[in-house]
């Protein structure tokens, strides 16, 4: 079975402060890991993707995650936030490419302050 | 990028009656839709794959009775939450992948339904 760890419930930052938040996976077959983001009474949207190839990925609004299998771990992070940026941040994986069926993460949440 | 309508988005109802949930794809065709339920402060939790033109997939631990998947067309799924009970009261969160061509490989969602069972 897969699962997905985010260690964080909260993560609060300064604007123009760089931020990482953390996750780390399970899973004993091929994955594939996602990052979403949701905003206060709004539907999830996808940041980026891992499904091959390079293990940085890049995604939306200036993030991006890294893909490290030895650690089964895939950080977001972003070189320097804004307050726009204060939002619920998911992390998943999945062990098909398409059609996927998604186990989540707890979720972070982002606060981003003056 | 495509869109993910659900309606409504917010319903109070009484103990024992049934509510209806809809998910629309509103730009794109899918015929595979995801229903997730999510509970205060935790994770999204799969509860069915919707199927255009066959039965609902459940999860295990998931009532099939109870909530009731509907796939009519291939723009619309219907969840129906049968006899709701307070415990039932939850964050109902549907999705849709997209992008056929590319296997389908990202997934649009909607902004949730946020049913209150009194």
């Known amino acids: 079975a897969q699962s997905v760890t985010q260690l964080d419930s909260q993560v609060p930052v300064f604007e123009e402060a760089p931020v990482e938040l953390r996750c780390n996976y399970s899973s004993s077959v091929s994955v594939y890991l996602f990052w979403y983001v949701q905003y206060p009474n709004q539907g999830l949207q996808l940041l980026l993707k891992?499904?091959?190839?390079?293990?940085l990925v890049k995604g939306i609004n200036g993030f991006e995650a890294e893909f490290n299998k030895s650690q089964t771990s895939f950080h977001l992070r972003k070189p320097s936030v804004h307050i726009s940026d204060t939002a619920e941040y998911f992390c998943?994986?999945?062990?098909?490419?398409?059609?996927?069926?998604?186990?989540f993460g707890t979720g972070t949440r982002l606060l981003v302050s003056p | 990028g495509a869109v993910v309508s659900q309606h409504p988005s917010r319903v109070i109802c009484k103990s024992g009656t049934s509510v209806k949930i809809e998910c629309r794809s509103l730009?794109?065709?899918?015929?595979?839709m995801f229903w997730y339920r999510q509970f205060p402060k935790q994770s999204l939790m799969l509860m069915a794959t919707?199927?255009?033109?066959?039965?609902?997939?459940?999860e295990q631990g998931v009532e099939k009775d109870k909530f009731l998947i509907n796939h009519a067309s291939l723009t619309l799924s219907t969840l129906t939450v049968t006899s709701a009970h307070p415990e039932d009261s939850s964050f109902y969160i549907c999705?849709?992948?997209?992008?056929?061509?590319?296997?389908?490989?990202?997934?649009?969602f909607g902004p949730g339904t946020r049913l209150t069972v009194l």
């Open positions: 919707s199927n255009e033109g066959s039965k609902a997939t459940y």
């Open positions: 998943a994986v999945s062990d098909r490419k398409g059609f996927q069926k998604l186990v």
């Open positions: 999705s849709a992948p997209a992008g056929a061509a590319t296997g389908g490989d990202t997934q649009y």
């Open positions: 891992y499904l091959s190839g390079s293990t």
């Open positions: 730009d794109f065709q899918a015929t595979t």
